[in-house]
């Protein structure tokens, strides 16, 4: 299937973001953590899982249509949807672990137009288009651990 290294890079990389956000858990020894930064590295952890899983999801999908590799790109892009829409859904059930409300508007306004995109693709079946798709797909839990990484504080030794 066109694209298969760059699916299978993208697996590899959400499943190392996911991995990381699992080792800034193990690292940090605050004696606290606030309702926001366990929301974002719980988050961190499941949506690389997610996007591992859809990154892989098109060689499966190429050979359950017997090779029609417009049709599993379609597939593939409609899982892109479903996931993002699932995901809107979780965050807005858990908007209180936010910091700011203004976040919730702001994360709906870019799943909106990611879903779009994806849907678009749904109809043309474009291999580049669900690159990008995938690329924006990860682009969540790399934001969120950026600023988890921007957040954590480690313990200075001799203070």
């Known amino acids: 299937m066109t694209g298969q290294f760059f ?10 973001i996911a991995g990381f956000g699992a080792l800034v858990a193990t690292f940090r020894r605050d004696a606290a953590w606030s309702r ?4 974002r590295l719980r988050s961190i952890v499941l949506l690389g ?8 999801a098109p060689l499966p999908l190429y050979y ?19 996931a993002e829409v699932w995901e809107v ?10 910091q700011s ?12 137009s990611q879903v779009a995109f994806n849907l678009l693709n749904v109809a043309l079946g474009s291999v580049w288009l669900l ?8 682009s969540h839990p790399a934001l969120l651990f950026i600023r988890v990484l921007r957040d954590f504080q480690p313990p ?4």
């Open 7 to 16: 699916f299978t890079a993208i697996a590899g990389l959400a499943l190392s």
């Open 36 to 39: 926001t930064e366990l929301w």
């Open 49 to 56: 899982f997610v996007c591992m899983f859809l990154a892989l």
């Open 64 to 82: 359950a249509v017997a090779g029609d590799e417009m049709l599993a790109i379609r597939l593939s892009s409609l899982l892109l949807v479903i």
């Open 89 to 98: 859904r979780n965050a807005l059930a858990e908007r209180n672990e936010w």
């Open 101 to 112: 409300r203004d976040w919730v508007r702001r994360y709906i306004a870019v799943a909106a």
């Open 131 to 138: 690159m990008i798709g995938l690329l924006t797909r990860l």
């Open 156 to 159: 200075i030794a001799g203070e």
